[in-house]
Nanobody, 121 residues
């Protein structure tokens, strides 16, 4: 189970910090990531981190602006969103990676309900 929090409405250029708390499995054994889905669009892997936190993936659209981090002791995955743009508006959810077919081409088996991020002036 994943429970996300931290979403909200911000103006362009603003920041948010999303958090995801996991339970029911050994968090440190899995790569975990953030996926977003905007209205009318398919899901997009935004960022992912491997089990130890030493290897990360970012979508080109969020590189430099977003930072993913995990705390295995607290079963928590975070995503810092800076310099937000209207096109970042989406439902953001965390997901457990079970297969990697390439950068950003991940499959997951469990995901959370998500937290809404809206960027608008």
């Amino acid at each position: 189970q994943f429970v996300e929090s931290g979403g909200g409405m911000v103006q362009p250029g603003g920041s948010l910090r999303l958090s995801c708390v996991a339970s029911g499995f050994t968090f440190s054994n899995y790569d975990i990531g953030w996926v977003r889905q905007a209205p009318g669009k398919g899901p997009e892997w935004v960022a992912a981190e491997n089990t130890g936190g030493g290897s990360t993936y970012y979508a080109d659209s969020v590189k430099v602006r977003f930072t993913i981090s995990r705390d295995n002791a607290k079963n928590t995955l975070n995503l810092q969103l800076n310099s937000l743009k209207p096109e970042d508006t989406a439902l953001y959810y965390c997901a457990r990676v079970i297969r990697k077919r390439g950068p950003g081409l991940y499959e997951y088996d469990y995901r959370g309900q998500g937290t809404q991020v809206t960027v608008s002036s």
